[in-house]
């Protein structure tokens, strides 16, 4: 453990200025880093292929992760409440920080050839809806997520913090070009399914999403899916909703499709796979458009 007293120390360069978007260590613009906040998701940041590089927090926080960090040769940097404040720009109620590099990306191909279900997203650019979005798929077996055109960077420390740290384990990489890269899943067996709330789609019990190789597709709130990317799936797929609701939030919607993909056992569904530098393998069983306000549903 190493005291830090002084709020201007260097060696907590990466931890500063959390609330500066022009600074913010985790901007892919700048450093790149990927931080994690709370005990929770920084245990599952050292539990992940992501290079650790330092912590920072009050020793009470320290006290909680003594195991997790016994084997770790990363500085552990500790500081008061007051002085952490100054260093990250803002109170910290989770009071432990984690940073880290990032972890190399599999290939689409490798994502693909490797899995049995699929999330592919189309302009989801909400950081807490792409965070909600990940743990959905950790908790619900999803193999693996393809970000199309206009997503956001799911290691966004506000993505980080909502998935709590899930996106740290579920595999995910880009898909282009965009949309003509669907073809790569149909062309490993995949059906595309794109979640959307258009008259004609196919309702989502009568989809049999369980069956074979699937891909549920998903846009962003307010304006869901493009009709490029519509064209270029196999299906349509509605949520069936109450008469006057015609849609769910991105995350929700996600959660309801990927549930429908799973086998269903009385075990329940696996839960995903690894990380962003490996993936699950195909024999393991491993959010959405809408519109007007919404996403992606139904």
């Known amino acids: 453990m190493i005291q830090i007293n002084d709020p201007a120390d260097e060696r907590v360069a990466d931890f500063r200025d959390l609330t500066h978007a022009d600074r913010r260590p985790d901007r892919p613009g700048g450093r790149g880093l990927v931080i994690a906040e709370g005990v929770v998701v920084v245990r599952r940041l050292l539990d992940s292929p992501y290079p650790v590089r330092a912590l920072l927090g009050v020793a009470r926080r320290f006290d909680e992760l003594a195991d997790d ?8 940097y500790v500081a008061s409440a007051e002085v952490m404040a100054e260093i990250v720009g803002f109170h910290l109620n989770r009071g432990v920080l984690a940073v880290a590099d990032r972890a190399e990306q599999p290939p689409a191909e490798q994502l693909v050839a490797t899995s049995r279900r699929l999330a592919v997203l189309e302009g989801v650019g909400d950081h807490e809806n792409l965070g909600a979005l990940f743990r959905n798929a950790a908790a619900l077996g999803i193999d693996g997520v393809l970000l199309g055109a206009g997503c956001s960077d799911p290691l966004y420390r506000r993505s980080v913090r909502v998935s709590m740290g899930h996106v740290l384990r579920v595999p995910f990489t880009t898909l282009t070009p965009w949309p003509d890269g669907l073809n790569l899943l149909r062309d490993n067996g995949f059906r595309v399914a794109a979640l959307t709330p258009r008259p004609g789609s ?4 009568a989809a049999r999403l369980d069956q074979g190789r699937v891909a549920v597709l998903l846009g962003a709130e307010g304006p869901g899916l493009t009709e490029a990317a519509i064209s ?4 349509a797929v509605r949520i069936p909703m109450t008469s006057g609701v015609d849609s769910l939030n991105v995350a929700t919607a996600a959660a309801i499709a990927f549930y429908a993909t799973a086998a269903h ?9 690894p990380t962003t530098a490996r993936a699950t393998p195909a024999g393991q069983a491993p959010a959405g458009p809408t519109r007007a306000d919404p996403p992606a549903g139904g």
């Open 69 to 76: 960090i016994a084997e770790v040769d990363v500085p552990a």
């Open 202 to 205: 196919v309702a989502l019990p």
């Open 232 to 235: 270029a799936a196999d299906l």
């Open 265 to 273: 056992t009385t075990a329940g569904p696996t839960v995903a796979g």
